[in-house]
């Protein structure tokens, strides 16, 4: 059984950003959409397990998803749609089904220029780690299949802490074992519900707009970008490691 870590939430509102000179010390990593490009897949099998339990879905709501736990979107899938499976037989199935998918897919690799990024993190000393909505079963599962577990000691799911993303709870768990003020830590984002998390856990936010996880409303992160040669040209204006 998993256990469940409780977080003090902090003062902080969505939009009250920390100072742009605190130093940054940590950097916690979304998984799906940041680390790798896994949420065309998702979607895919989320689509047929979406049709298999009959509920129809448009567009717009299913991106209203990306970045919840699979717990929290069948909570809400089931109610909206007036389901009347339970919340354990959706998720049975729905697992199975990501977990065979993800294991059998070939192509699955690390998004590209994150390893140049990772390695300079490395060499000037900054801590980083996984905060992500996804199973542990999953986050294990493609770190091995792309060889990013090397760089992750600390990987952190949503099944842990008593609130997922928006709520701040994960991110504040992640800086609770980096050792690290939330204020001294930095999140990479691709959806709307983790910007908002990162935000409301008092840490600055960069927004990565990935196509592939949809239609994310990012406006509240720190700063954005479109991948991590972006990333590589702003770290000199980010206060790493001062």
Request: glycine letters at 8%; hydrophobic letters at 40%; proline letters at 5%.
């Given at each position: ?6 977080v ?8 009250g ?5 605190v ?35 448009t ?17 809400q899938?089931?109610?909206r749609?007036q ?20 294991t059998a ?24 780690a ?16 792309t ?9 952190i ?7 997922g993303?928006?709520?701040p709870?994960?991110?504040?768990y992640?800086?609770?074992l980096?050792?690290?003020?939330p204020?001294?830590?930095?999140v990479?984002?691709?959806s709307?519900n ?12 960069i ?7 949809g239609q ?17 040209a702003?770290?000199e204006n980010?206060?790493?490691g001062?």
């Amino acid at each position: 059984m998993t256990s469940i870590h409780h977080v003090t939430p902090t003062n902080n509102e969505c939009t009250g950003d920390p100072s742009a000179s605190v130093p940054v010390k940590a950097v916690i990593f979304d998984m799906d959409g940041v680390l790798v490009d896994s949420e065309p897949i998702y979607f895919e099998v989320e689509r047929s397990s979406f049709a298999h339990f009959g509920a129809p879905m448009t567009e717009e709501e299913h991106h209203t998803y990306v970045g919840v736990t699979l717990e929290s979107m069948w909570r809400q899938v089931l109610d909206r749609h007036q389901l009347t499976h339970t919340l354990a037989e959706a998720l049975a199935y729905h697992r199975k089904n990501v977990m065979q998918t993800i294991t059998a897919h070939e192509g699955l690799v690390a998004i590209n220029g994150l390893e140049r990024w990772l390695d300079w993190l490395r060499e000037k000393g900054i801590p980083v780690a996984v905060a992500s909505s996804s199973p542990r079963s999953l986050i294990d599962l493609i770190m091995e299949k792309t060889g990013l577990g090397r760089y992750f000691d600390i990987r952190i799911t949503g099944e842990e802490v008593s609130q997922g993303k928006p709520a701040p709870d994960i991110f504040l768990y992640a800086a609770e074992l980096l050792g690290i003020a939330p204020a001294h830590c930095i999140v990479i984002e691709d959806s709307r519900n983790g910007v908002h998390a990162a935000k409301s856990a008092g840490m600055r936010c960069i927004g990565l707009h990935n196509p592939g996880s949809g239609q994310q409303d990012l406006s509240k992160a720190d700063h954005r970008i479109f991948n991590y040669d972006d990333l590589w040209a702003l770290k000199e204006n980010l206060p790493f490691g001062e």
